[in-house]
């Protein structure tokens, strides 16, 4: 596997991570433990070195599976985790309090099984604290040795500034990938001035770009793909155009749908690092075997010609949820 650094913070990690929210939380019921730290410890064994978590994705149950999954490797690889929303609970609201980020700090440590968190994001930008006061409260975290990076997720470019003004941001984590690429208007340019990395979450526009989806796909009542309007079935229906033509190209490259939209998220910057999840192993096989495709300028240029013409429907969030990114 090659490696990547988050933009000059000096944090390497492999070219693709693993995101590993939906082994616990988000996409119906929690994988078995045991099947789940196989997969987590197969995924370093075939090179990945780059895991995130959040304190939200269980509440706590994905910390702590991670922690298990990599205490016996856990100087070889990098921990992202994330604070931000009151108890943990997403549905409670954001919390980015000074007190709060240090006793989130406190406890991530304890269910990581570990000394340090490797890169701390804010989960989501609090409009009730100013980001100068959330990126100060890191600061002093790294500097005591509980944190070494700190990051951002879902922010926009002047918190971005402010915040990288006080304390040096090394990763912005929000969505990107073939059928959301608003990021590029302003957050990428924002980013490769800053000299910050871009980790790219929904790489795989939640499972859509892998085919295996379509208008007649039912998911789990806990799955909070029933809530996105890019998952109503009208919408699966007009965004298949999408999929379709990416299995097209794939097919000339002897690739997957998955493997080329991984491979273009990392044609377009050398400190992008995708973080695709997957609770199987053959799809962790797939989504790793990305990083070994090479898109040729030609090849970059047929997909943009090729989807140019393909208007993605369907808002990527529901209206409630519109207020929490792109701060």
Do not use: K, L, M, Y
């Given at each position: 596997m090659q490696t990547r650094e988050l933009g000059r913070s000096g944090l390497k990690v492999s070219a693709i991570g693993l995101g590993c929210m939906g082994l616990s939380y988000g996409y119906g019921p929690a994988t078995d433990t045991q099947d789940a730290v196989k997969l987590i410890r197969t995924a370093f064994e075939r090179g990945v070195t780059f895991f995130d978590t959040a304190e939200a994705y269980g509440p706590f149950k994905n910390e702590e599976l991670l922690g298990e999954a990599l205490a016996p490797v856990r100087d070889e690889v990098v921990i992202a985790t994330k604070f931000g929303f009151l108890g943990g609970d997403v549905q409670r609201g954001m919390d980015s309090r000074p007190e709060t980020i240090r006793r989130v700090a406190d406890s991530a440590l304890n269910r990581l099984k570990t000394d340090r968190i490797d890169l701390f994001y804010q989960h989501r930008v609090d409009p009730k604290v100013p980001i100068e006061d959330v990126a100060g409260t890191v600061r002093d975290l790294i500097q005591q040795g509980k944190v070494k990076h700190f990051g951002l997720s879902e922010a926009g470019?002047?918190?971005?500034?402010?915040a990288h003004a006080v304390q040096p941001v090394a990763a912005l984590q929000s969505e990107y990938s073939l059928w959301w690429r608003e990021p590029e208007q302003e957050i990428l340019p924002t980013i490769e001035e800053l000299g910050i990395g871009f980790v790219p979450f929904s790489p795989l526009g939640k499972g859509f770009l892998t085919g295996a989806i379509n208008e007649?796909?039912?998911?789990?009542?806990?799955?909070?793909?029933?809530?996105?309007?890019?998952f109503a079935p009208e919408a699966r229906k007009a965004n298949q155009a999408l999929v379709d033509r990416l299995g097209?190209?794939?097919a000339r490259k002897g690739a997957t749908k998955a493997q080329v939209a991984l491979a273009w998220l990392l044609a377009q910057r050398p400190w992008i690092v995708p973080i695709p999840g997957t609770t199987k192993l053959s799809r962790l096989e797939e989504?790793?075997?990305?990083a070994d495709i090479e898109l040729t300028p030609d090849d970059l240029r047929e997909i943009a010609a090729a989807l140019s013409d393909i208007r993605v429907q369907g808002d990527r969030y529901p209206a409630h949820m519109q207020a929490r990114v792109g701060r």
């Open positions: 470019g002047q918190t971005i500034r402010s007649t796909t039912t998911f789990d009542s806990s799955d909070f793909r029933n809530v996105v309007p890019r097209e190209i794939a989504n790793i075997g990305a």
